[in-house]
């Protein structure tokens, strides 16, 4: 394959795109200025064929280096904020790592790797970067505790959704994301922003919610998602009162009807809207229509590229958005005999929709029948004086375990209603579920964690 025939991301800043910007809280880079400068101190002849473990301090730099790097480096595997530093060394290994390009060499100084130390914001450089091979895109699951599997993508693939998709070309888009961009929820969005000519807000580390949403109000945002979780927070903070975008959009997680119907209430002019995408499974489908779960007639058919079908109650997608390997001590077969990713995420038909009810590996077993914690907090969520909730196990000496959950109300929410809150929702779950699924008891908290890949908490449930 010739250079011509590799597309990087630098192929899509063009002169007439002078205007639009990446930004974080204190900084701003013209897309056009980043073909003309470095964030990597003039050091691109180090880079070509290199397999680069990306580790930047802030948003802002990685965006830079990723659009530098690609098409230059072999592979680059981005390195989120929270990666546990136990799991450097297996992940090195793992993806052949033998260098490292970081604005943070004293983090990285006993790696045992070869390091290209970025700067600050981008300087003009006499030596450009040349688009010389497809950079194979590697990023790291979530959710487990152990050693995250390193999961392979092509730029190609992980555009594959966005090509074509109107919103991502309009005039006048300003992306936003509560992701970080070093995972595929928020590089999608990143992505979106560069090859459809939009400008793209980032979020800051530590920066309060009311500070963030009031600096995306401030840069005109226009299209922004993030998981339910992350909205769910942002409806109880009461920081969207001054926010006005027009296109919402949902994924991650498990989006039920009540966080759809509190964001149509709050954004009553925005499209709002979840998607189903994995870091394995690439963008599967989106859903546009207001309502939980997705219409029965999308299995099976070939839409956009993308086959769905079920199997055992999981979903199972096939296209050229997925992944195409693991790489290292995870390098088992990703996809099965016909190329389909099974994604854990378990469904039911009721009539001619698929709701979701939760992972494969979180369920609960109270004797001997399982429940799937989404499910509950989907009854319980209902409530209009609740605001966000999970449900987790507890030990019994009779079933196992039973189901408890942690609610946190409204911020208007009467106190001194919560024992008849508290009635409420047990009879919402009575009225909705077996009667193995109903909690066996309601604990009003504060808040709930929310980990850094922007999904409810559960490593204590």
Known sequence: MSPREIFALREYLRPELAGRTISDARHSASLTDILEQTCLLGRARELPG????????????????????DGVVRRMLLCPPDLNPDHVQALINDAEIDAIVTDQPRRWSDAGVYLIVGAGLPEPTLVKPKTERATEWLMLTSGTSGVPKIVGHTLEGLTGAIRGDAPARSDGVVWAT????????????????????????????????????????????????GTPSHWRKLLMSGAAANFSP??????????????LDGLAQAFPNASVGHAYASTEAGVGFA???????????????DRDGVEIKIVDGSLRIRSGRTAHAYVGRSAAALAD??????????????????????RR???????????H??????????????????????????????VVADVVLAGDADANRSEAIRKEILGLCKASLPAHKVPAMIRFVEQLDVTAAGKLARADA
């Open 50 to 69: 290199r397999s680069v473990l990306l580790s930047m301090s802030g948003q802002l730099l990685s965006a830079l280096a990723m659009i530098e790097l």
């Open 178 to 225: 509560f992701y970080d961009i070093r995972r595929y929820g928020g590089l999608q969005i990143l992505l979106r922003a560069v090859t459809g000519g939009g400008s793209m807000v980032l979020s800051e580390a530590g920066e309060p919610l009311a500070d963030h949403v009031a600096r995306l109000a401030a840069r005109g945002v226009t299209h922004i998602s």
């Open 287 to 301: 859903v546009n229509d207001g309502r939980e779960g997705f219409p029965a007639s999308i299995i099976g058919q």
């Open 337 to 358: 005999a016909e190329g389909f990713v099974d994604t854990g995420d378990m469904v039911e038909l009721r009539g001619d929709r698929y709701y979701f009810v939760g």
């Open 373 to 402: 914690p989404e499910e509950i907090e989907a009854v319980i969520n209902r409530h209009a004086e609740v605001r966000m909730s999970r449900a987790r196990p507890r030990k019994s000496p009779i079933t196992g375990a039973i």
């Open 246 to 259: 027009r296109y919402v959009r949902l994924s991650g997680e498990i989006a039920d009807q009540a966080v």
């Open 361 to 371: 590996g979180g369920i609960i077993n109270i004797g001997g029948l399982k429940v």
